[in-house]
């Protein structure tokens, strides 16, 4: 017996695929994120390769689903460029962009100050 998921194509409509016609995609830090499916209905056929991948948003249990009928799950790591440590100044304000998302906004604010960067 296989398995066969149901998934909504925004042009299709409900359509049903195969584990292997799926990707689930989560972010490292989230419960959430997405699955992408690739469409071969009719309604495609006149474009290149007749087919279209689609995108859907999915819950954590959504995904653990998926992943349990044999889909694919893809972590997305976020990638961190890491300084030395933080009483180091920036050379530029563009050295300043590496921390904006890792340090919080009054310890971004001491070492600009402190780089005397304007």
Same mark, same amino acid.
Request: include cysteine; glycine fraction near 6%.
């Given at each position: ?20 016609? #799926? ?11 997405? =699955? *992408?499916? /690739?469409? @071969?209905? $009719? ?23 998926? #992943? ?11 990638? =961190? *460029?890491? /300084?030395? @440590?933080? $009483? ?31």
């Amino acid at each position: 017996m296989s398995i066969r998921i149901t998934g909504k194509c925004h042009e299709c409509g409900e359509v049903t695929f195969s584990p292997d016609d #799926v990707r689930a995609y989560r972010h490292e830090e989230q419960d959430d994120g997405w =699955y *992408e499916f /690739r469409c @071969s209905a $009719s309604v495609h056929s006149a474009s290149e390769d007749s087919s279209q991948f689609v995108q859907r948003p999915a819950t954590g249990k959504v995904l653990d689903l998926l #992943v349990g009928c044999g889909v694919d799950l893809v972590v997305i790591t976020p990638v =961190y *460029e890491s /300084r030395p @440590s933080d $009483s180091t100044p920036y050379e530029n304000a563009d050295d300043a962009l590496i921390d904006l998302y890792t340090l919080d906004e009054g310890a971004l604010w001491q070492k600009i100050e402190k780089a005397n960067i304007k």
